[in-house]
Nanobody, 116 residues
Framework: QVQLVESGGGLVQAGGSLRLSCAAS????????MGWYRQAPGKQRELVAD???????KLADSVAGRATISRDDAKDTVYLQMNGLKPEDTAVYYC??????????WGQGTQVTVSS
């Protein structure tokens, strides 16, 4: 059974930093796509950043210059480093993984709260 376990969320003051981690277990095939999404109360889930197996990355405009996404394929883990956090970054952050066979998986989410 595939599981995605996110960690690293929490309460941080504006201007602070967080590093989110998402470790996948039970995945039989290789992982192609790994991404971080977030959903704030009353809003739709949105892409924050993603990274493909060839290392290509994409960042949302809202976090460009403040966030870095990386992955460790040996550990089936994706990371999201966020600096200069703003209150508008407050949301539940979800990890998303797509395997080379096309299977999609989501983590349970980790809360990030940025106080002003």
């Amino acid at each position: 059974q595939v599981q995605l376990v996110e960690s690293g969320g929490g309460l941080v003051q504006a201007g602070g930093s967080l590093r989110l981690s998402c470790a996948a277990s039970g995945v039989i095939s290789s992982i192609n796509y790994m991404g971080w999404y977030r959903q704030a109360p009353g809003k739709q889930r949105e892409l924050v950043a993603d990274i493909t197996s060839d290392g290509s990355t994409k960042l949302a405009d809202s976090v460009a210059g403040r966030a870095t996404i990386s992955r460790d394929d040996a550990k089936d883990t994706v990371y999201l480093q966020m600096n200069g956090l703003k209150p508008e970054d407050t949301a539940v952050y979800y990890c998303n993984v797509i395997t080379i066979l096309g299977y999609h998986y989501w983590g349970q989410g980790t809360q990030v709260t940025v106080s002003s």
